[in-house]
Nanobody, 123 residues
């Protein structure tokens, strides 16, 4: 079993930056695809960013060039650096672990979810 705990979400003005953290416990996450999904009120949960066990990163188009995902393997953690934030980035952000590439169409393949952290971007 893997437990994922997110932190770092808060209220920020448009154009600002935030860094989300996801710390894993229970077992190592080094061999998992790790990533971040987000869910805005009234909308479905969607994929935002992912990183493979080898370190390859991938993003949904709406965050490319603004978000950066990274691993801290020594700390069994994954991070999401979010820059140039927009009001439409407002959502609960969830950390996820899976044995394969993450995407919005593969929610069922996520093995572990965190509890979520709220990001609110004011205009």
């Amino acid at each position: 079993q893997v437990q994922l705990v997110e932190s770092g979400g808060e209220l920020v003005q448009a154009g600002g930056s935030l860094r989300l953290s996801c710390v894993a416990s229970g077992r190592t996450i080094s061999r998992y695809h790790m990533g971040w999904f987000r869910q805005a009120p009234g909308k479905e949960r969607e994929f935002a960013a992912g990183i493979s066990w080898s370190g390859s990163t991938y993003y949904t188009d709406s965050v490319k060039g603004r978000f950066g995902i990274s691993r801290g393997n020594a700390k069994n953690a994954v991070y999401l650096q979010m820059n140039s934030l927009k009001p439409e980035d407002t959502a609960v952000y969830y950390c996820a672990a899976a044995g394969e590439t993450l995407s919005s169409s593969r929610l069922r393949n996520v093995a572990y979810w965190g509890q979520g952290t709220q990001v609110t971007v004011s205009s």
